[in-house]
């Protein structure tokens, strides 16, 4: 039995659906990496209960913090992105979160800037408030830690390919150092979508939507780029397409992001099919019904897409591209010092 529905939340599901392809499931997967980061804060003493949390979201980890506070008894203050829904607000409204939301734009990357620089302009009214950092500080890792253990029990310590999309960093770098400290035998696949910055793909402009929650028009301190063996840019519509299959095909409903790692999956699963393939869904799919699975009809069918391998940054091409990272660092635009506090995790 959970003691608040937070603890619930983050436990995920695991589901085969092809051989050698497995599911790893969230109802949203944020609230695992902000209950750990508030747990770690709270047994240091950093925050204590009353105090209120500050954060930046494009809609997932808003949600995630509101369940953390309401959990541990804080107060929480989202600058949230243009992209927040009804839904989610009178949920943070109820939840008794401080939402303060950017005007519309059609421009992702000036929401993202905008929300920024408003984070700086509230810490200077509020000094007291406490920034969770959701993008720079690697204690957002902490709460992965039994993910990757549930997931060396159901499926052994060797031989898994991690799949994921890349947004803050945290979900996938995490799981990935985590399974390797058992073996090293365990390759990391990066998800982005076109023109974000953190694997170089600014350049390349998708013309319907930079997907949300993954890619960044800013640097990110979370992205350890020398875990990722193997990126994948993938566009809207291709993506759109891998949520239209995962749904029809096996009945997962679940957000954009987990339409382009399954997709991803799909391929690396079959260049590779003596590993497991394991996908991140890290939300459902219900704030894209209307962007995304009312569109059913202009799916594809995924035999018809694959990707361009490609050599270098430079040769990145619409609408999905391979390329093998090989561990690297990141492009120099993308990288920035990361934030370890006294007990960093990487």
Sequence with gaps: MFDHVADSIGQPDLIR??????????ETMKVVSALGAVRHLLDRGA???????????SGIYAYALALA??????????????????????????????????????????????????????LEE??????????????????????????????????VTIVGGVGSGASTGALA?????????????GVQPFGSITFGSEHVAD??????????????????????????????RAALSGSI?????????????????????????????????????????????GSVFSRHREAVDLASLAPHQVPALEELAMPWSRMNWNRAPGPRAATTPRAHDDHPVR
């Design 17 to 26: 659906v092809e051989d050698g392809l497995v599911c790893l499931r969230f």
């Design 47 to 57: 925050v204590r209960p009353g105090d209120t949390l500050l954060d930046s979201s």
């Design 69 to 122: 506070c309401h959990r541990y008894g804080l107060h929480c203050y989202i600058v949230g992105s243009t992209t927040v829904d009804d839904t989610l607000r009178t949920q943070l409204a109820v939840l008794g979160a401080s939402l303060e939301q950017m005007e519309p734009t059609s421009d992702l990357k000036l929401d993202q800037s905008r929300r920024v620089q408003r984070i700086g302009e509230i």
């Design 126 to 159: 509020n000094p007291h408030f406490h920034w969770m950092r959701q993008y720079h500080d690697d204690i957002h890792y902490l709460g992965y830690r039994a993910v990757a253990e549930e997931l060396e029990r159901e499926l052994g310590p060797e031989g």
């Design 177 to 189: 150092g985590f399974l390797r400290e058992k073996s090293d035998d365990v390759q990391l696949v």
């Design 207 to 236: 013309p319907d939507i930079i997907i949300a929650g993954i890619g960044s028009s800013i640097p990110f301190g979370n992205v350890a780029h020398d875990r990722y063996d193997i990126i994948h840019w993938i566009s809207f």
């Design 245 to 289: 299959d995962l749904l029809r095909r096996h009945a997962i409903f679940a957000g954009l992001s987990t339409g382009a790692a399954y997709l991803a999956a799909r391929w690396e699963r079959a260049e590779n099919p003596d590993r497991t393939a394991v996908f991140i869904a890290a939300d459902t799919g219900h704030r894209y019904t």
